[in-house]
């Protein structure tokens, strides 16, 4: 078995954890940032939006029975199609994430998002965010308008996963079609269909149903408070572009990247992050320029290892274990705001 989750629950012994029975309602902040799950469309048979056209309140409205589970009260950080994410965008998101928790404003947060970037938001904050309460993140993939619009159903879970001590200490999680993800695991694997989202190399940690929630996996890469990324102190990133390789590419891109003074570039490579000889000799370059060079993958699920096809000592090159390449591009950003030096930045591909 991979070495990332432990089993902490056999299938039989799975146990149904819910927030009833603690006596106070816990409190929970939605953090709204747009996306399809407050769109708007223009007709029900139509999966078109304008992004961002519900407020929080229109959200809330759709799932009648919430205030049971929660107090639930909502601010808006953004009103973008998750298309537009920006850095700028996760830095308000970190900020605020981190000082609800300082301050003890809330007991678990919600973040409705757009479904395309989703999954690099989730694993930023799985990053940087320095608290064990639970941050759920979740979308949909049809607006409120829509026939079947499955963002009321994925809000009423993410808020229930969100309220449930269960959650505590799991890092930062996307819940969606009533699977519970690992925000570092987590990739949307379906343009249009509801079940959007799944975890390709280890499956999702749990499932929510009937609002209950079910856990039966537990990340060991969680984030949690020891994380080296303190966006406090931590003014802007690094610039660190991905670069994609298919069948006789060129590496006009890679040359690109260093000449705008990109300090990390990530490779989408083929296989296990395989890359041509052109690709290679730029590689090369970059490399001896002082630019770090993440060989990660295209392919769906798996490791991207060292020493494989390609000799990384040789080459100067790093690897993504199973990190995706726009994760990596996550990650390796953030690694470039503590150090330059190779070896550090590996073992936190290892580690993180
Ligand atoms: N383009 C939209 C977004 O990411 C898609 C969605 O939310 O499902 O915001």
Redesign the pocket.
């Known amino acids: 078995m991979k070495n990332i989750f432990v089993l902490i629950t056999c299938l039989v012994l799975s146990i149904a954890v819910t927030a009833q029975g603690t006596g106070k309602k816990p409190h929970i902040i939605i953090l709204a940032t747009?996306?399809?799950?407050a769109?708007q469309g223009a007709a029900p048979d139509r999966a078109g939006y304008e992004?961002g056209k519900l407020p929080i309140k229109e959200l809330l409205a759709a799932i009648p029975g919430v205030e049971k589970i929660a107090d639930v009260t909502g601010e808006q950080i953004s009103n973008?199609?998750?298309?537009n994410m920006t850095i700028e965008i996760w830095q308000k998101l970190d900020k605020r994430i981190n000082e609800i928790f300082a301050k003890n404003e809330a007991d678990g947060i919600v973040i409705t998002h757009?479904?395309?970037?989703?999954e690099e938001t989730a694993y930023f904050l799985n990053l940087t965010v320095r608290y064990d309460k639970p941050v759920v993140l979740t979308?949909?993939?049809r607006p409120a308008t829509a026939i079947s619009a499955d963002g009321p159903k994925n809000l009423y879970d993410a808020i229930t996963v969100a309220a449930n001590p269960a959650t505590n200490g799991r890092g930062v999680l996307v819940v969606f079609n009533e699977g519970i993800f690992d925000g570092r695991d987590v990739e949307k694997v379906n343009t249009t269909k509801v079940n959007a989202f799944a975890a390709p190399n280890l499956g999702p940690l749990g499932q929510v149903y009937d609002g209950k929630v079910f856990y039966y996996l537990n990340s060991i890469r969680a984030g949690n408070k020891s994380t080296p990324f303190d966006l406090q102190k931590i003014q802007s990133l690094p610039k660190v572009g991905i670069v994609f390789m298919y069948a006789d590419a060129v590496p006009l891109t890679i040359d690109a990247f260093v000449n705008a003074g990109y300090e990390g570039i990530v490779i989408a490579g083929v296989g296990n992050g395989n890359f041509n000889k052109a690709f290679y000799d730029a590689v090369d370059k970059a490399v001896k320029k002082g630019v770090v060079v993440c060989r990660s993958s295209h392919v769906p699920a798996g490791r991207v290892t060292l020493y494989d096809e390609i000799d990384d000592d040789k080459l100067g090159t790093i690897v993504s274990d199973d990190l995706n390449p726009q994760k990596s591009r996550v990650l390796l950003m953030l690694g470039l705001t503590q150090t330059k030096d190779k070896k550090t930045l590996q073992s936190y591909f290892f580690k993180f």
């Open positions: 747009g996306g399809t799950i769109g992004a973008v199609g998750s298309q757009g479904t395309d970037t989703q979308g949909s993939m």
